[in-house]
């Protein structure tokens, strides 16, 4: 062989490294003290075993830091439940991370806030499900949530964290839009997002009862509208986000499918976004693989990296390096075939199925199914009990 080919041989050979995953989110266990039929946890709870040790989640955590992740996310399930959080949060303090937790605020007191501050965490997210109590606290499926949220939203903000809210949001509580953004303003906070729910796990099985009409979403939208223009620049700054059911594009799934964010769940597996487990891959674990290897060298990782994987339409589109294909769980959760283009884009062949979704949800059929934690699916699963049902 020459060495011209021994070089175009070896050049075929080299994988090109892609750039480091900047966002970590670390869900520290699938078990909460809610039941809101929104959540984008797996379904099947009662599979997840065996939760990465304190040891354990140190080592991604300083593995991730090594390759230039840079945010942190401590996640769940509740975090808050477990028992090490502090410990894991200096840890990642000590690394250099930015550090978020993201938490229902249920579990949190005043002392916890002072701990996880004194540990080093940058900022906490608190998610309500209403704006008042009786609506957040049946959506959340647990009795005086609300003000538990309330309570501790305020101390977040009196021990000088930034005041950061997040509202998921449904026609259970759309109508309420306006009323939650004057909530916001009352517990003075800094960012707000508005997050109407995206279809995964408990959400995708309850989507007849939370998916709103496109006339609720303009309504909404308006309002979110005018509320930022009376408060001329003033109080908390306001994201709304819509479902992608009503766009004609889909939006670009994680930035794109292994290039900025890395999950790994209580169990240790590595995925591309929270909710590519239901795809028909093999991923790999933290306990068995480096950080580095998953990321750089891992089959799945690289499955849908680029564009050789794209079938038609999205191969000859030019929007392909700004939504790569869209969602690929929602491809096939919809389709079948994970390959397939995302239903939400307009020129999908199967764009109709997002159109009979819609339909669908003006007239929901079944009960909604509240969420299950790990402790009472097993109790469920132990008394031979059905999942609860519940009309909201």
Partial sequence: MTSQAVTEALKKDTKTLVGPPLWLLAELTYDCPLHCPYCSNPT???????????????????????????????????????????????????????????TSG??????????????????????????????????AGRGNAYQQKFNMAKS?????????????????????????????????????????????????????????SREQLVEAERIVNEFRDQQ?????????????YFETRPKACMNGWGSTFLTVTPDGSALPCHSAKMLPLTFPNVKDKSINDIWQQDFSFDYFRGDDWMPQPCKGCDEKEKDFGGCRCQAFMMTGDMHKTDPVCSKSEDHHLIQEAIASATSPSNPIVMRVNQKAMKHAENTQLNITRIKI
């Fill in 156 to 212: 977040v903000k009196a021990q000088g964290y930034p005041m950061v809210l997040n509202f998921v949001l449904s026609k259970q509580n759309l109508d309420q839009i306006e009323a939650i953004m004057r909530l916001s303003c009352e517990l003075e906070a800094d960012y707000v997002e508005l997050a109407t729910a995206q279809y995964y796990g408990w959400a995708y099985e309850n989507r007849d009862h939370l998916l709103p």
């Fill in 106 to 139: 249920i579990g949190l007191t005043e002392k916890r806030i002072a701990k996880l501050k004194e540990a080093g965490l940058d900022h906490i997210q608190i998610s309500f499900q209403g704006a008042d109590p009786e609506l957040n606290d049946a959506i």
């Fill in 44 to 102: 099947q709870l009662s599979e997840t075993k065996n939760e990465l040790t304190t040891e354990q989640w140190q080592k991604v955590f300083s593995e991730a830091r090594d390759m230039g992740a840079v945010q942190l996310g401590f996640s769940g399930g509740e975090p808050l439940l477990r028992k090490d959080l502090e410990a894991l949060v200096k840890q990642a303090r000590d690394l250099g991370f930015y550090t978020n937790l993201i």
């Fill in 232 to 244: 001329g620049g003033r109080g908390p700054h306001f994201i709304f986000v819509t479902p992608d």
